[in-house]
């Protein structure tokens, strides 16, 4: 079993949909979690941390499930400008964080 | 407010040569990842540095491989005798503490190999 794992996708939604991507963990006992956003061939940037609580940022809302090892990130009223890679990053319990390989997202007109 | 830099950009090396790649961490910044991508990939860890010290090297390739980031100066990733297989971004971040901190990434470095 990966350290984290995502669906690849792509997903390809309309502009306003809601969309909704979830990543797994195989550390019960990893305790930092992030999405990142990355762009084609630029690099990862922060999207937002992850807390246990869930959190929102806008339009961005995250999730985690400790009890299942899963979190989430949903977006609403998706723009255009939306469409990415977004990686799911876990403190595995290393000394650097790891990152899923991504799921694609396309916003289409 | 200079953020992570890398370079050079790009990189084109032949097989068999050395390829050095440069990393200047964010001002206040002590933590030093580089990370490679493949193509169609995700990032994958390779090394984890402090100052003057390797904390983590668990995924760098036993051979050809090294880094170090200096007291003075920025951090160097080095491939000795490059192979095609070497072709990929190489990415840079920073943080200013430790693991749980956010990471900050330079623009990369792709390095192609003829």
């Known amino acids: 079993r990966k350290e984290v794992e995502q669906d690849p996708g792509p997903f390809n939604v309309p502009e306003g949909a809601t969309v909704a991507f979830n990543c797994t963990y195989s550390n019960s006992a990893s305790q930092s979690f992030f999405w990142y956003r990355q762009d084609c061939r630029k690099e990862p940037k922060l999207l937002m941390s992850?807390?246990?609580s869930g959190n929102e940022d806008g339009r961005f809302t995250a999730q985690l499930n400790r009890a299942s090892q899963y979190i989430s990130l949903l977006i609403r009223d998706s723009k255009l400008s939306d469409s990415a890679t977004y990686l799911c990053v876990v403190n595995t319990g290393r000394r650097a964080l790891t990152f899923g390989s991504g799921t694609r997202l396309q916003v289409q007109p | 407010n200079a953020g992570v830099m890398q370079n050079p950009r790009h990189l084109v090396r032949r097989r068999g040569q050395e390829a050095r790649l440069r990393c200047s961490p964010m001002?206040?910044?002590?933590?030093v990842y580089w990370y490679r991508q493949l193509p169609e990939e995700g990032l994958k860890f390779m090394v984890y540095?402090?100052?003057?010290?390797?904390?983590?090297e668990s995924g760098m390739p036993k051979e050809r491989f090294s880094a170090e980031f200096p007291k003075e100066g920025p951090s160097i990733l080095r491939i000795q005798q490059v192979v095609r297989g070497d072709s990929a971004a190489y990415f840079c971040?920073?943080?200013?503490?430790?693991?749980?901190?956010?990471?900050?990434f330079g623009s990369g470095t792709q390095l192609s190999v003829l």
């Open positions: 992850v807390y246990s």
């Open positions: 001002k206040g910044h002590s933590h």
């Open positions: 971040a920073s943080s200013p503490g430790g693991v749980d901190e956010k990471l900050f």
């Open positions: 540095l402090q100052k003057e010290n390797i904390i983590d």
